[in-house]
């Protein structure tokens, strides 16, 4: 794990990491019916993310990746089946990252952000349509920015101080 995710306590790092298998049931069942297909496709995504993202995250989504699919049967089981409180209820714990997100360095943040919303993008397209086209419904178009997760940017510049 990164000096930056290193400095958050327990809970702060537990809640980083839950907000991932709570994205994709977020989205797969933004819909009303959480489909497999999403599931394992999100599986998938994190797993890769573990060693395929660069230095800044791919030791978060290593820890991501050790529990995921416990994670994931966990939370599908907890979460109510309608999609109404379902989605009320994990946007609420999705808000909670934005006071932990702003412990970590602006840039680190910003990727962190944008990770987040690709991974929703991927989830989100991995059922339906035809031939990979038109596969993003309209529920989860509504979400797939994460609009309860504040936007983190960072602008890289080269000069020195």
Same mark, same amino acid.
């Given at each position: 794990?990164? &000096?930056?995710?290193?400095?958050?306590? +327990?809970? $702060?790092?537990?809640? !980083?990491?839950?907000?991932?298998?709570? /994205?994709?049931? @977020?989205?797969?069942?933004?819909?009303?019916?959480?489909?497999?297909?999403?599931?394992?496709?999100?599986?998938?995504?994190?797993?890769?993310?573990?060693?395929?993202?660069?230095? &800044?995250?791919?030791?978060?989504?290593? +820890?991501? $990746?050790?529990?995921? !699919?416990?994670?994931?049967?966990?939370? /599908?089981?907890? @979460?109510?089946?309608?999609?109404?409180?379902?989605?009320?209820?994990?946007?609420?714990?999705?808000?909670?990252?934005?006071?932990?997100?702003?412990?970590?360095?602006?840039?680190?943040?910003?990727?962190?952000?944008?990770?987040?919303?690709?991974?929703?993008?991927?989830?989100?397209?991995?059922?339906?349509?035809?031939?990979?086209?038109?596969?993003?419904?309209?529920?989860?178009?509504?979400?797939?920015?994460?609009?309860?997760?504040?936007?983190?940017?960072?602008?890289?510049?080269?000069?020195?101080?």
């Amino acid at each position: 794990m990164t &000096d930056q995710f290193n400095t958050l306590k +327990e809970d $702060d790092l537990r809640i !980083l990491t839950d907000a991932v298998p709570l /994205i994709a049931i @977020l989205i797969a069942g933004a819909d009303g019916e959480i489909d497999d297909e999403e599931l394992q496709w999100s599986k998938k995504v994190a797993h890769i993310r573990s060693y395929k993202m660069k230095a &800044d995250l791919k030791s978060f989504y290593a +820890e991501v $990746d050790k529990n995921y !699919l416990g994670k994931l049967q966990h939370f /599908i089981e907890v @979460l109510p089946s309608g999609v109404t409180e379902r989605t009320k209820i994990i946007s609420e714990k999705l808000t909670e990252v934005n006071s932990i997100m702003a412990k970590l360095s602006p840039e680190v943040g910003a990727k962190l952000y944008k990770s987040f919303l690709s991974f929703a993008d991927h989830v989100a397209k991995a059922s339906g349509g035809v031939m990979g086209f038109f596969s993003v419904n309209k529920a989860e178009a509504s979400l797939i920015g994460l609009p309860m997760i504040h936007p983190i940017t960072f602008e890289h510049t080269d000069e020195e101080e």
